[in-house]
């Protein structure tokens, strides 16, 4: 599996972007789909996943609500409206499949294929 993740740019504070993420080579619907970020200078962060059959959802703290994951098996897709952005959440944001169906916390060891990122700007 590749995955293809595009949709960053730059947005004034309060705006709103949508990343999506494209999976090719195999289907991916039985995999759970993760958002991550990385700020110059520091580790990368956990943003949200969904589980197969978006059976279960996850946020971080600060993004829990603000942002809004999907994903659309057919179109082997995952989205993540971003709304409200703070320049806090200027990151390079990478996608990520994980064969795990459930964490209590999710890591970048969980996940084991990788995007390979699209920067997201704010400007206060």
């Known amino acids: 599996v590749q995955l293809q993740a595009c949709g960053g740019g730059s947005v004034q504070a309060g705006g709103s972007l949508r990343l999506s993420c494209a999976a090719t080579?195999?289907?991916?619907?039985?995999?759970?789909l993760g958002w991550f970020r990385q700020a110059p200078g520091k580790e990368r962060e956990f943003v949200s996943a969904i589980t197969w059959n978006s059976g279960r959802i996850y946020y971080g703290p600060s993004v829990a609500d603000r942002f809004i994951v999907s994903r659309d098996d057919r179109e082997n897709t995952v989205a993540l409206q971003m709304n409200n952005l703070k320049p806090e959440d200027a990151a390079v944001y990478y996608c990520?499949?994980?064969?795990?169906?459930?964490?209590?916390?999710?890591?970048?060891?969980?996940?084991?294929?990788w995007g390979q990122g699209t920067k997201v700007t704010v400007s206060s």
């Open positions: 080579g195999r289907r991916i619907a039985s995999y759970t």
């Open positions: 990520a499949a994980s064969t795990r169906m459930y964490a209590g916390n999710w890591r970048p060891s969980d996940f084991t294929i």
